[in-house]
């Protein structure tokens, strides 16, 4: 897409769509608060520039020679959400709180292999512009402000439950990760079965 215009606003909508890594960031912003959280978003930020970086150098040689790969990282991603979401439902029937559970390199690892990143490299950015850096860098901007609206979403969301919140937020995060597991695996069955 060479759009400038068009690029951004593709890119933000993709991005400012629920997902885990804007849930992990609101919870984590919910019950840590603010500050604390802000390290989340910066682990988001890097971890899709990160991705983004090797799909478009390595993997999408790699994904192109072996499409099977492609389904294998997707159920591996499915099972790591899965994995998150039955440890922060533990964590609310537990005494500890999601401080101890949304981490910044839990959302670095459910951003890296996060969808939106394959759909950003190979959808939404020009690859063969020019000018790919700059659409690289306002990306960059664009995944920044996101992840601080998410941020935001998650102080409000904190302040409006009042004390005590940790436990329900936790029940609620796990059951939203639960569900995109559920999408990323109900996509790979129904490529194998077309």
Not at 45 to 73: D, E, H, K
Not at 125 to 130: E, F, G, K, T, Y
């Amino acid at each position: 897409m060479t759009d400038p215009l068009g690029f951004a606003l593709a890119a933000l909508i993709l991005l400012a769509a629920p997902g885990p890594t804007n849930a992990l960031i609101c919870l984590g912003a919910a019950t840590l608060g603010a500050r604390r959280a802000l390290l989340l978003a910066l682990a988001a930020l890097t971890a899709y520039s990160l991705a983004i970086g090797l799909l478009l150098t390595v993997l999408q040689t790699v994904l192109a020679a072996l499409p099977w790969l492609g389904n294998a990282v997707a159920m591996v991603v499915a099972a790591y959400l899965l994995v998150l979401a039955w440890r922060l439902w533990q964590t609310a029937a537990g005494a500890r709180t999601a401080g101890a559970r949304i981490t910044p390199s839990r959302v670095f690892m459910v951003t890296l292999f996060n969808p939106k990143a394959f759909v950003l490299a190979f959808s939404i950015l020009p690859r063969d512009d020019a000018a790919l850096h700059w659409y690289l860098l306002a990306l960059a901007g664009i995944i920044a402000l996101v992840a601080l609206g998410w941020l935001l979403l998650g102080v409000l969301i904190g302040a409006a439950a009042g004390a005590g919140h940790e436990r329900r937020l936790n029940r609620l995060s796990s059951v939203v990760l639960a569900g995109f597991a559920g999408v990323i695996l109900w996509r790979v069955l129904q490529g194998w079965l077309a």
